[in-house]
């Protein structure tokens, strides 16, 4: 079965340093990668995918991710943080072919200090 | 501002009651999934909706089940409830039922069952 982990709950940076997430996936096959934000009181908003091809993925907000087959990672970066990406992060994987049952992780939550 | 709405915002019930929470999609979207996120978790798919069909399902008794309609909203009825019912519901829809589908969310309807 697929599963998703991200293995850190809380994160703070200052802003203007540099973020990185972690998320490691298990899967058999060849996976679909998501990054989400969800901002208090709102929905999911997609920050990018990673289907296939370049493993270095470019987002929304100047965030991008990169798919690390050997190392199972799809890791989620950002040089210069602002104070409004405070936020939850989610990783997700997807069967390939659809979104029926795709695994979300439990979250990192950001803080971003001035 | 994702094009895609529900309804209430915030609910509240008690235990052994049924509910009903909607969705309003975007305009043409053929594929509508539910999902569930409890408190300081991620998203849990529930079930996924095509074309006014149910197309896939999550871990989730029959007690929670579906409606999609031709006007592009969806229904998630849960029947007797219990206070583990208590979460967040999203719903997200997209064009077809494919991963390459960006899917869109709603910003939810909180759930409390006392």
């Known amino acids: 079965a697929q599963s998703v982990t991200q293995p850190d709950i809380h994160i703070t940076v200052s802003e203007g340093a540099s973020l990185e997430l972690r998320c490691n996936y298990s899967?058999?096959?060849?996976?679909?990668l998501f990054w989400y934000v969800q901002s208090p009181g709102q929905g999911l908003q997609l920050l990018l995918k990673?289907?296939?091809?370049?493993?270095l993925v470019q987002g929304i907000k100047g965030f991008e991710a990169e798919f690390k087959r050997s190392q199972s990672s799809f890791n989620l970066r950002k040089p210069s943080v602002h104070w409004s990406d405070a936020a939850e992060y989610f990783c997700?994987?997807?069967?390939?072919?659809?979104?029926?049952?795709?695994?979300f992780g439990t979250g990192t939550k950001l803080q971003v200090i001035p | 501002e994702t094009g895609v709405t529900q309804s209430p915002t915030h609910l509240i019930k008690t235990r052994g009651q049924q509910v009903t929470l909607r969705c309003s999609s975007q305009?043409?979207?053929?594929?509508v999934s539910w999902y569930q996120q409890a408190l300081g978790q991620g998203p849990q798919f529930i079930f996924q909706?095509?074309?006014?069909?149910?197309?896939g399902r999550g871990n989730f008794p029959p007690r929670f089940s579906g409606l999609q309609f031709p006007n592009y909203s969806s229904e998630l009825n849960v029947n007797a409830l219990e206070l583990d019912d208590s979460a967040l519901y999203l719903c997200?829809?997209?064009?077809?039922?494919?991963?390459?589908?960006?899917?869109?969310f709603g910003p939810g309807t909180r759930l409390l069952v006392l």
């Open positions: 909706y095509y074309r006014e069909e149910e197309n």
């Open positions: 997200a829809s997209s064009l077809e039922d494919r991963a390459g589908e960006t899917q869109y």
């Open positions: 305009s043409g979207h053929n594929t």
């Open positions: 990673y289907f296939s091809g370049d493993t």
């Open positions: 899967y058999g096959a060849t996976p679909y």
């Open positions: 997700a994987v997807a069967p390939e072919g659809g979104y029926q049952k795709v695994t």
